[in-house]
């Protein structure tokens, strides 16, 4: 039964003065370490919202985190439990605990529908971006992924191709299968570009600039919050790019339900 994109329900273009923070924390997963220690890094300017990584931004959970990482995102949901516990979004590691509670946040959590980003990255090969859709783990199985896009600086050719990942992730629910794929596009990363997932009766159907690119089943059938983020490896290093300012500047995101189209 095919589908149509029914109404516009979400919609951000950055182009306030300042981020709604009633639909966006610009913090990474700050129960695993605090609010102040996964601050991101961004500016509005133009339509546009721009997460940066400049030279002295410092790494996520220093000291336990490997590889070292450094990290600007944004996310439409937060939960965790008490300080103490193991219970938080996205742990990185067994018996991993939570360093500042943080009070439950649902900002825009949609339950299927049309998901669409438009951006653009200026990135080397020690870093990435990447917009993905979790689940809002209140209840630890409900963690699966649907990943919109995915890039790593050492996928690009300038100028050429970009391999952009896409796919679901099982991450610890077992009912998500495994289904990422890098797919080789010719495109320039540094160009705007969309990125869009129809995601409905379990089912994601990945686009690029419109053009249909992947398909995969067994989609998550619960709320997912938003993920959106620059991330910098610094052991990926080449040897003189510590300078370098990774940058993912996103026009907007938007959001539609999907109507079914009876077919006769």
């Not at 290093?237 to 999907?258: E, M, Q, Y």
Request: a negative charge.
């Amino acid at each position: 039964m095919p589908t149509t994109r029914g109404d516009l329900v979400f919609e951000d273009r950055f182009d306030g003065a300042a981020l709604d923070e009633s639909v966006w924390s610009p913090h990474y997963l700050p129960h695993w370490s605090s609010r102040a220690a996964s601050a991101a890094s961004y500016t509005l300017g133009d339509s546009c919202l721009t997460l940066s990584i400049p030279a002295d931004h410092g790494l996520w959970c220093s000291g336990d985190h490997k590889p070292d990482l450094r990290v600007s995102g944004i996310q439409s949901g937060n939960y965790s439990g008490p300080v103490g516990s193991t219970v938080g979004q996205q742990p990185y590691r067994e018996g991993l605990v939570v360093r500042e509670e943080q009070p439950p946040f649902w900002g825009w959590t949609p339950n299927g529908g049309y998901v669409e980003l438009r951006a653009r990255a200026d990135i080397s090969a020690r870093s990435m971006v990447s917009l993905w859709m979790v689940g809002l783990e209140d209840s630890p199985d409900r963690c699966g992924e649907i990943c919109v896009m995915e890039v790593f600086g050492d996928a690009v050719v300038p100028g050429e191709s970009t391999a952009v990942g896409m796919g679901l992730k099982t991450i610890r629910d077992p009912s998500v299968p495994q289904d990422f794929e890098a797919v080789p596009l010719p495109i320039d990363l540094r160009d705007f570009h969309t990125y869009a997932v129809e995601w409905t009766a379990g089912q994601a159907d990945f686009s690029v600039d419109g053009a249909p690119i992947r398909t995969c089943a067994g989609a998550p059938s619960y709320p997912l919050q938003l993920m959106l983020a620059v991330f910098d490896f610094p052991d990926r290093s080449v040897g003189d790019d510590d300078a370098l300012v990774p940058t993912f500047t996103v026009d907007h995101i938007r959001g539609w339900n999907v109507a079914q189209e009876l077919v006769a």
